[in-house]
Structure formats: C-alpha cells, structure tokens
C-alpha cells in the first residue's frame, strides 16, 4: 500500500490541508498505483498523532512500501532521517513531492518559529502573548534579510 501523509500544524490551517491532500492525492493519481491519504492536524514535533501513530505502526506491520509527502517538514519537523532509516528496515520508502532547496537560515528560521509556537501554546496569559510577539518579531526579521 502507498500511503499519502499530509499535516498542517493547527485548525486553523484546514484549508492549507485541503489543498496539500489535494495535491498529494493528484500526485498519486498519476502513479496509478492503490493509495490511502492519511491527515492529522498538530505540531511537527509532536510524535504522538494519531495519523503518524497508526503510519509508523504500519509500516512496522510491513503494510506500506511507500509514503508520500508534499514536504519532508509536513512528516515530522524534527527526525526525518530517523523516520527514514525505520521506514527502510521495513522496506518501507518515503517520497518527498516538492524537494525545493532551502537556505540553512530559512530552515533555522521555520524550526525556531516552531519550537517557540509549540512551547508557547503551554503557556497562559501574558507570557503567551509576549511569546507570539517575539515569534512574529523573529518572522519578520527573516524577511528583512
């Protein structure tokens, strides 16, 4: 079975996974070989999904030989390579769709953005809000360079 993986961070963001399913499930369509998209919506760094959760048990299973993603950040943030080297132990490949190079600061940029909204959003109150404001500070700094 091919396997079809698509994330987006918050709730916010159903649209964004609207049109990554979209194209994933385009992508796929043109391979012609049997496939099954599975969504979750969370943090790139949170392991416990229950999409990923049931992926990562069956590729363990041997039911999966390959999975699709759009972006290799929308598998996990943090660990593709980890995720890789499992995957293969159970011949299981993973298959990146847009493959688009990016700077080390862009990619820096995007992981602290993400470490800092996740921690953020245990936080309550104030602290939160200075929180965001730092983020955003953090986002606009990037593009001024």
Do not use: W
């Not at 996974?17 to 969504?39: H, N």
């Not at 953020?120 to 809000?129: F, I, V, W």
Request: with cysteine; net charge neutral.
């Amino acid at each position: 079975m091919v396997i079809g993986y698509c994330r987006v961070s918050s709730a916010k963001q159903k649209d964004d996974l609207k049109r990554q399913e979209e194209a994933v499930r385009a992508y796929l369509i043109a391979q012609g070989s049997p496939f099954e998209i599975i969504t979750d919506i969370g943090s790139g760094i949170n392991y416990s999904k229950p999409g990923l959760c049931s992926l990562i048990e069956r590729i363990t299973r041997g039911d999966v030989k390959k999975v699709t993603v759009l972006y290799k950040d929308r598998l996990v943030r943090f660990g593709f390579e980890m995720m890789e080297y499992l995957a293969g132990l159970y011949n299981c490949e993973i298959e990146i769709i847009d493959n688009t190079p990016k700077t080390e600061q862009q990619e820096l940029v995007e992981d602290l953005v993400q470490i800092i909204t996740v921690f953020s959003c245990k936080l309550h109150g104030k602290c939160a809000n200075k929180v965001r404001k730092i983020v955003k500070e953090l986002v606009g700094d990037d593009t001024d360079n």
